[in-house]
């Protein structure tokens, strides 16, 4: 079947440090890979995607990049600030049928001024 | 962007009693919509695909009976939890894809944290 692993938080941070939150998959087939995130009190919102092995999606400063050799999608930003506070979903999608998600367990990032 | 708006956000019910929880695709049309459920520090799940004017689809192990799906229009599905007891407090989402998109991305709800006590 397919799965989602990523590390365990919270992560906690100082403004302006480099973030790295690490997620594996296993799939049947080919997936997308997906980062989504939740603010407080909102719905996940789309963060960053990939579709193909060696994509690279980027938004807002985060980049994650789609590794098939070692079925990672491991999420990077350079230099994050308080707003980035909030809980990180890696996800992915088998690019056939009904396109539903499976998640990884989420990890929350905490960014301290 | 598309947006979806889940509701209630949160509810507290009585052992035993039903309650509805509405997801709505404000700005778009939704031919599908998924339903989620999340238990503390755990993923969220899938536990039902909804498509508009027909039976929803459930995943193994979730009680069709007990989560009554209903997607009646192309901008509203409802998730009845029938009888809630205790161990289905939860926290459900649901999301929606637009048709029109015909890509990847799906639009979530913020969620709705239900207590049955």
């Known amino acids: 079947g397919n799965s989602v692993t990523q590390m365990e938080g919270p992560v906690t941070l100082s403004e302006e440090a480099f973030l790295t939150i690490n997620c594996t998959y296993t799939?049947?087939?080919?997936?997308?890979l997906f980062w989504y995130v939740q603010y407080p009190g909102e719905g996940l919102q789309l963060l960053l995607k990939a579709t193909k092995a060696d994509d690279k999606g980027s938004n807002k400063g985060f980049e994650a990049t789609y590794r098939k050799e070692t079925t990672s999608f491991h999420l990077e930003k350079g230099s994050v600030q308080v707003s980035d506070s909030a809980v990180y979903f890696c996800?992915?999608?088998?690019?056939?049928?009904?396109?539903?998600?499976?998640f990884g367990s989420g990890t929350r990032l905490q960014v301290q001024p | 962007g598309a947006v979806v708006s889940q509701h209630p956000s949160w509810v507290i019910c009585k052992s035993g009693t039903s309650v509805k929880i509405e997801c709505r695709s404000l700005d778009f049309q939704a031919t599908t919509m998924f339903w989620y459920r999340q238990f503390p520090k755990q993923s969220l799940m899938l536990m039902a695909t909804s498509n508009e004017g027909s039976k929803a689809t459930y995943e193994q192990g979730v009680e069709k009976d007990k989560f009554l799906i209903n997607h009646a229009s192309l901008t509203l599905s409802t998730l009845t939890v029938t009888s809630a007891h205790p161990e289905d407090s939860s926290f459900y989402i649901c999301?929606?894809?637009?048709?029109?998109?015909?890509?990847?991305?799906?639009?979530f709800g913020q969620g709705t944290r239900l207590t049955v006590v």
């Open positions: 799939a049947t087939g080919y997936p997308s």
């Open positions: 999301s929606a894809q637009n048709r029109d998109r015909g890509d990847t991305e799906a639009f």
């Open positions: 996800a992915l999608s088998i690019n056939t049928g009904r396109r539903a998600l499976t």
